[in-house]
Nanobody, 124 residues
């Protein structure tokens, strides 16, 4: 599956953004999807993941309660709604896909397909 992320930008602290990740192919609904991010000088880290049906999700503690991952299998798209943004959320955000079954604790090594990344900058 090929992925293309979009929706990043510059926003003030406390603001919101919604990222989208469009997938190619007719098997999107069989993939567990995830969002990761990488801040300057830091390693890429997990943000959120969602099961193929959208019925199960989990989040990094740092974004829990502020971010929501969702998907629309009819549109081959996964979303990341980001509210109450903080300067420490500034990073390049990547969407990723895996055929592995959904479970908590999956790492980036489990995800075989990656989008190109979209920059999110939160000003204080």
């Amino acid at each position: 599956v090929q992925l293309q992320a979009s929706g990043g930008g510059l926003v003030q602290a406390g603001g919101s953004l919604r990222l989208s990740c469009a997938a190619s192919g007719r098997t999107f609904s069989t993939y567990t999807m995830g969002w990761f991010r990488q801040a300057p000088g830091k390693e890429r880290e997990f943000v959120a993941a969602i099961s193929w049906s959208g019925g199960s999700t989990y989040y990094a503690d740092s974004v829990k309660g502020r971010f929501t991952i969702s998907r629309d299998n009819a549109k081959n798209t996964v979303y990341l709604q980001m509210n109450s943004l903080k300067p420490e959320d500034t990073a390049v955000y990547y969407c990723a896909a895996t055929k592995a079954p959904f479970r908590t604790g999956r790492t980036q090594a489990d995800f075989g397909s990656w989008g190109q990344g979209t920059q999110v900058t939160v000003s204080s």
